[in-house]
C-alpha cells in the first residue's frame, strides 16, 4: 500500500485550523517499512525470543504494533519462565520451542486474514475504500472496521461485532509453518 499517497489524500480532509500540512511541517516526511503480519521467522531460535518489530508482529491492518509486542512479551516472558524452571538441555529447549506455536495460535489468522486484505484490497485500492464518505458517515460499519484494525482479541465475544469478527477470524485457516 501507498502510505504516503494515502496521508497525502487525507490531510486535506483534516480541518484547516489543525495546522497539518507542508508549510507547518518541522521537517520532510520520513518512513521505512514496517515488518507486518508475523513475516519474520523463525520466532525462536537457540536462546533468541523474536517480539513485537522484531517478529513481524505489526498489524497489517493498521500499521499498530505496541499491543501485540506488549503482549507477546507476556507471553515469551511466562514461556521463559517455565523454561528456566527445567533442567538445561533438551527439555528446556522444548519448553521454549512453544514460543512460536503460541504466538501461531493467538494471532496467525488474525494476521493472516490482514494480509489477505492488504494483498487483494488495500494493495489495490489503498485506504479508499475505507475513507469513502458512505463508511465514514456509517457509526456502525466505523465502530466495526475500529474493531478490526485495532486487533481483535482472543476473548469471548462481548456483543454481535465481536461474534462476526471472530467467526470470520475462525474461518480462515491456519498457516503452514
Same mark, same amino acid.
Given at each position: 500500500v501507498d502510505? +504516503?499517497? *494515502?496521508?497525502?489524500?487525507?490531510?486535506? #480532509?483534516?480541518?484547516? @485550523?489543525w495546522?497539518?500540512?507542508e508549510? *507547518?511541517?518541522?521537517?520532510?516526511?520520513?518512513?521505512a517499512?514496517?515488518?507486518?503480519?508475523?513475516?519474520? +521467522?523463525?520466532?525462536?531460535r537457540?536462546?533468541v525470543?523474536? /517480539?513485537?518489530?522484531?517478529?513481524?508482529? /505489526?498489524?497489517?491492518?493498521?500499521?499498530?504494533?505496541? %499491543?501485540?509486542?506488549?503482549e507477546?512479551?507476556? !507471553?515469551?516472558?511466562?514461556?521463559? %519462565?517455565?523454561?528456566?524452571?527445567?533442567?538445561?538441555?533438551?527439555?528446556?529447549e522444548?519448553?521454549? &520451542?512453544q514460543?512460536? %506455536?503460541?504466538?501461531?495460535? =493467538?494471532?496467525? =489468522?488474525?494476521?493472516r486474514l490482514?494480509?489477505?486484505?492488504? @494483498?487483494l484490497?488495500?494493495? #489495490?485500492?489503498?485506504?479508499?475504500?475505507?475513507? &469513502?464518505?458512505? !463508511?465514514?458517515?456509517?457509526p456502525? !460499519?466505523?465502530?466495526?472496521?475500529? =474493531?478490526l484494525? *485495532?486487533? !481483535?482479541? @482472543?476473548?469471548? %465475544?462481548?456483543?454481535?461485532?465481536d461474534? /462476526?469478527?471472530?467467526?470470520?477470524?475462525?474461518l480462515?485457516?491456519l498457516? +503452514? +509453518?
Open positions: 502510505l +504516503r499517497a *494515502t496521508l497525502e489524500h487525507w490531510l486535506p #480532509r483534516l480541518p484547516a @485550523d495546522g497539518l500540512d508549510e *507547518t511541517a518541522d521537517s520532510p516526511l520520513r518512513s517499512p514496517l515488518p507486518m503480519g508475523l513475516n519474520r +521467522r523463525p520466532q525462536y537457540r536462546g525470543l523474536l /517480539v513485537g518489530d522484531s517478529a513481524g508482529m /505489526v498489524s497489517p491492518w493498521s500499521g499498530e504494533g505496541i %499491543a501485540q509486542a506488549m507477546a512479551a507476556e !507471553v515469551a516472558a511466562d514461556i521463559i %519462565a517455565l523454561a528456566l524452571a527445567r533442567p538445561a538441555g533438551p527439555r528446556r522444548h519448553a521454549l &520451542h514460543y512460536p %506455536a503460541e504466538i501461531q495460535r =493467538r494471532w496467525a =489468522r488474525y494476521y490482514g494480509n489477505l486484505a492488504g @494483498d484490497i488495500l494493495s #489495490r485500492y489503498g485506504f479508499r475504500p475505507v475513507l &469513502h464518505p458512505r !463508511v465514514m458517515a456509517s456502525h !460499519v466505523l465502530r466495526t472496521l475500529a =474493531r484494525l *485495532t486487533h !481483535v482479541a @482472543d476473548e469471548p %465475544a462481548q456483543d454481535t461485532i461474534a /462476526v469478527l471472530h467467526g470470520m477470524l475462525r480462515v485457516p498457516p +503452514r +509453518r
